[in-house]
């Protein structure tokens, strides 16, 4: 059983006399006709699970064709059940998600590193540049 609240809505009069006829017609209250409509709407937003693995990377080629940026990427993918993660080898690597587990290599679905840093105009996150850097030197009778 689901606990009910008290809601107050300020609505415009022709949608509470439509509601009202609406709740006639069907020989509902109003308040059953407005919690039966929200639901279905609700439940229309929801997004919709994917059939097969297939579907599933069939979301994941729409999210690499529509982002704009790594974050509009991410996100897409999260809402698909994937992220992308930077391997110690600096391969992209399609995971699941929230589980975090590794996939496949970017390159797989057609995609790769090089490609989407030039597409984005930005290294991926969090990805460090492999440089080697020298210490600074150190002069003898000098303090630092």
Do not use: Y
Request: proline share 9%; net charge positive.
């Amino acid at each position: 059983m689901n606990p009910h609240r008290l809601v107050s809505l300020r609505l415009p009069e022709s949608v509470i006399d439509a509601l009202d006829r609406a709740a006639r017609v069907q020989g509902r209250s109003p308040a059953d006709v407005v919690r039966a409509l929200l639901e279905s709407a609700l439940a229309a937003a929801e997004p919709k699970p994917s059939r097969g693995i297939g579907g599933s990377f069939a979301l994941v080629h729409a999210a690499l064709a529509a982002a704009r940026g790594w974050l509009d990427l991410q996100t897409r993918l999260r809402m698909a059940g994937f992220v992308l993660r930077l391997s110690d080898a600096g391969t992209l690597t399609l995971n699941s998600w929230p589980a975090d587990r590794p996939l496949m290599p970017i390159e797989s679905l057609g995609g790769s590193l090089p490609a989407l840093c030039i597409r984005f105009r930005a290294p991926f996150p969090g990805a460090v540049p492999s440089r080697d850097i020298a210490a600074p030197r150190r002069h003898a009778g000098k303090v630092a």
